[in-house]
């Protein structure tokens, strides 16, 4: 009777560690890759790119890099996790730091364009 309790005791002891790392695994969300990873939740495979799993249309593949920050770019636009950065050059497009990027006209600020602060008189 003893070695049932103790096997009762020790399997239940077991289910509940594992749905705990089962709760775990689904609260930690990682990026989905598919293809080859080009780093930041970037990937690629013969036909297309993708950002956390979801394909990217990519102006120009052959120039297609990854800045870090979440931003990407090539030859014509930039990209932020993703998202085309609407009116950035890719060309000039540079990731600074953090979530800040710069191309030779603009700021952007998690892929956003950011207005010039101007006093009124």
């Keep these: ?11 239940l002891l077991m289910v509940s560690c594992s749905k705990e790392e089962q709760k775990e695994s689904k609260t930690a969300k990682q990026p989905k890759i598919i293809g080859e ?9 013969s036909l297309h790119y993708y950002y956390n799993g979801d394909t990217i249309d990519v102006a120009q593949p052959s120039t297609f890099k990854v800045l870090g920050g979440g931003y990407a770019k090539d030859g014509y636009s930039a990209y932020y996790k993703g998202k085309e950065v609407q009116g950035a050059q890719g060309s000039s497009f540079k ?12 700021t952007y600020v998690k892929g956003e364009q950011q207005s010039l602060n101007t006093k009124k008189k």
């Design 37 to 45: 990873a080009l780093g930041d939740g970037y990937s690629c495979d």
């Design 95 to 106: 990731w600074v730091a953090g979530d800040t990027a710069v191309d030779v006209m603009d």
């Design 1 to 11: 009777m003893k070695k049932y309790l103790l096997f009762f005791g020790v399997t």
